[in-house]
T-cell receptor
């Protein structure tokens, strides 16, 4: 059973546009929500993360919006650049599970110049 | 600073051969360690995790096994590889008090 559902599976955005990736979860015990960025042939790297008591977190061009009541969170990439082309994973952490992260299936983002 | 090493980066193995992938972490002690597999175009599947030497938890029953002989060393093994074992294997670690997992560069395994 997929604990974190991510959409879309793939996304094509024009350079300078806004990329939006959405995730949803059911388990209210999740207490931390990171996003990872993965380039081809590389391991995922932490991009940005948020706790459920915060509705928005911004780091540069990357923003997480968090809706606790709807159990949804999303990643917004402003002014998307070709260098942002990568696979993005959302994840959720549950404190009692020894650090286990539950990952979404990933979104392959392509930014056209 | 902490670093994680995985090797080899690429491996091509025949069906039925054994497997040993190694992961080591530097710059920290008593990390939680994780093995993931990523099939082509798919998400991350947690295979094993460990909270200490000799302590291994398995998430998915299969012909793979893991061991943690030292505090910062995590090994993924198989006695006989299957075609379905092909994939991108990732090791990750975290400090128990922090919710962030850090990934290694991965091993691309092709079983032919």
């Amino acid at each position: 059973q997929q604990q974190v559902k991510q959409s879309p599976q793939s996304l094509i955005v024009q350079k300078g546009g806004i990329s939006i990736i959405n995730c949803a979860y059911e388990n209210t015990a999740f207490d931390y929500f990171p996003w990872y960025q993965q380039f081809p042939g590389k391991g995922p790297a932490l991009l940005i993360a948020i706790r459920p008591d915060v509705s928005e977190k911004k780091e540069g061009r990357f923003t997480i919006s968090f809706n606790k009541s709807a159990k949804q969170f999303s990643l917004h990439i402003m002014d998307s650049q070709p260098g942002d082309s990568a696979t993005y994973f959302c994840a959720a952490h549950r404190g009692s599970t020894l650090g286990r992260l539950y990952f979404g299936r990933g979104t392959q983002l392509t930014v056209w110049p | 600073s902490q670093t994680i090493h995985q090797w080899p980066a690429t491996l091509v193995q025949p069906v039925g051969s054994p497997l040993s992938l190694e992961c080591t972490v530097e710059g920290t002690s008593n990390p939680n360690l994780y093995w993931y597999r990523q099939a082509a175009g798919r998400g991350l599947q947690l295979l094993f995790y460990s909270v200490g030497i000799g302590q291994i938890s398995s998430e998915v029953p299969q012909n793979l096994s893991a061991s943690r002989p030292q505090d910062r060393q995590f090994i993924l093994s198989s006695k006989k590889l299957l075609l379905s074992d092909s994939g991108f294997y990732l090791c990750a670690w975290r400090t128990p008090s922090i919710n962030i997992q850090y990934f290694g560069a991965g091993t691309r395994l092709s079983v032919l």
